[in-house]
């Protein structure tokens, strides 16, 4: 009875450690996913041909800098048409505040175009 009991009590411990974990990998991955989407549509916004934009994809740790009190840096690379049909590279960086939930406001936004 009592190698049943810490039986149960060892697997009790398990679950609830990694369900910790992927509970805060989960949250973290949901807030890049809502960081890297009011990014993209920021810039999107500023393009003159937004249909067109083709987004480089990256992985978290490639492109996000947590800056401390909520606020994030996001930097990443746009292809888009210009005004004359070429293409264009932008090179952009984001710096959001999250403010809870799904609510993000860009701070500022800056690009080097190519």
């Not at 989407?37 to 978290?60: D, H, M, W």
């Not at 293409?87 to 500022?108: L, P, Q, Y």
């Amino acid at each position: 009875m009592k190698k049943l009991l810490t039986m149960v009590l060892v697997l009790s411990i398990i679950g609830i450690v990694t369900g910790c974990e992927s509970s805060s990998e989960a949250s973290v991955d949901d807030s890049y996913g809502d960081l890297q989407y009011i990014a993209e549509s920021y810039v999107t916004e500023q393009l003159g041909s937004p249909s067109t934009a083709k987004f480089e994809s990256k992985l978290y740790e490639e492109c996000v800098t947590e800056l401390g009190t909520d606020r994030y840096q996001y930097i990443g690379t746009v292809n888009a048409e210009n005004a004359f049909g070429g293409t264009k590279t932008i090179n952009f960086t984001i710096i959001a505040r999250h403010e809870g939930g799904d609510k993000w406001v860009v701070e500022s936004f800056d690009y080097t175009e190519y």
